[in-house]
């Protein structure tokens, strides 16, 4: 079997590494977004959900059976990070 990068799989380390200075720059930008943790009675299962473009709203779906979860941002906010979609 020829070593060419393509067809070797390093699972000792749990990190990507990006090809190009561009997707270098695109996973730090996701990573700092913003999220809150919602739990899904639905299906007894956990998931983040994340702040849409606009900023007004943390949108986001079941992972399990895709029902679709809105949290709007407003002025009277909560500090809280956990929810339960019922």
Same mark, same amino acid.
């Given at each position: 079997?020829?070593?060419?990068?393509?067809?070797?799989?390093?699972?000792?380390? +749990?990190?990507?590494?990006?090809?190009?200075?561009?997707?270098?720059?695109?996973?730090? /930008?996701?990573?700092?977004?913003?999220?809150?943790?919602?739990?899904?009675?639905?299906? +007894?299962?956990? +998931?983040?959900?994340?702040?849409?473009? /606009?900023?007004?709203?943390?949108?986001?779906?079941?992972?399990?059976?895709?029902?679709?979860?809105?949290?709007?941002?407003?002025?009277?906010?909560?500090?809280?990070?956990?929810?339960?979609?019922?």
């Amino acid at each position: 079997m020829v070593e060419d990068a393509d067809y070797i799989l390093d699972i000792g380390s +749990n990190r990507i590494m990006p090809d190009s200075k561009e997707e270098s720059s695109s996973n730090s /930008q996701a990573k700092g977004r913003k999220y809150i943790c919602v739990q899904f009675d639905c299906c +007894n299962v956990y +998931n983040r959900i994340y702040k849409n473009r /606009q900023g007004t709203a943390y949108e986001g779906y079941c992972p399990r059976c895709g029902k679709k979860v809105k949290v709007r941002i407003g002025p009277d906010g909560v500090d809280t990070r956990f929810f339960r979609a019922r």
